[in-house]
């Protein structure tokens, strides 16, 4: 089965501080990807990044940036400088080539919230 | 606007009757999944289509749902006899593709049974 946990149920930070989102991940595939996704309060999921397990390489995306470590079965998403508009649950998922959950299916964690505040 | 697009966005039923929603992908994704979201909670697999065939369900989808894309577009999602417990946001995304692609969500329909 896959899982994924995501501990921090709510953050919440002072716009310009540095803010880290963990996620844990398990899964029996040898190949998958992972994913973030950002849900802000209108409620459309917003795609973040996608990587492959095979790819352990960190990246960085403006503020973003990912840290996927096979090693921990983590792929942990910081946020530089956060801002206002950063406010919004962040989910973490996990698409394997089987699982119970569906062929090609993304299985979430339950997500955390950040609060920037100003 | 060439996102997913959900209808309605809101629904107010009473526990006993039915409810459809309706999803349109973007078009050209071959792939269209159903997800349910509760409070609190990430979204939750339902059912999956590539083209026009179901491929899987979920053990969450019950005998009272029902899904459909009848031409490979647009897809309908059916609760008969709702429960309280089926209040929920459901959430459709779509992707393109035979491998490992990202989908793009909807913005969901949100649906009280009361």
């Known amino acids: 089965a896959q899982k994924v946990t995501q501990a921090q149920t709510e953050i919440s930070v002072v716009e310009k501080e540095d803010v880290t989102l963990d996620c844990v991940y398990e899964?029996?595939?040898?190949?998958?990807?992972l994913f973030w996704y950002k849900q802000p309060p209108s409620g459309e999921l917003v795609f973040l990044i996608r990587r492959n397990s095979f790819d352990e390489q960190n990246e960085i995306s403006g503020r973003y940036s990912w840290n996927f470590q096979k090693s921990t079965s983590s792929f942990n998403f910081t946020i530089t400088a956060s801002q206002v508009v950063d406010s919004a649950v962040y989910f973490c998922a996990l698409q394997g080539a089987r699982g119970d959950t569906g062929r090609r299916a993304l299985t979430f964690g339950s997500g955390t919230r950040l609060q920037v505040q100003p | 606007d060439t996102g997913v697009s959900q209808d309605p966005r809101h629904k107010i039923t009473k526990r006993g009757q039915n409810v459809t929603f309706r999803c349109d992908p973007i078009s050209e994704h071959n792939r269209l999944y159903w997800y349910r979201q509760t409070l609190g909670q990430g979204p939750e697999f339902l059912t999956y289509?590539?083209?026009?065939?179901?491929?899987?369900k979920s053990r969450l989808l019950s005998d009272r749902f029902s899904a459909e894309r009848p031409k490979g577009s647009f897809s309908t999602l059916e609760i008969q006899r709702t429960e309280q417990g089926d209040s929920a946001m459901y959430l459709c995304?779509?992707?393109?593709?035979?491998?490992?692609?990202?989908?793009?969500f909807g913005q969901g329909t949100r649906l009280t049974v009361v």
């Open positions: 995304a779509s992707s393109l593709g035979s491998g490992f692609t990202e989908a793009f």
């Open positions: 289509f590539q083209n026009e065939a179901q491929l899987e």
């Open positions: 899964t029996r595939d040898t190949t998958y990807y």
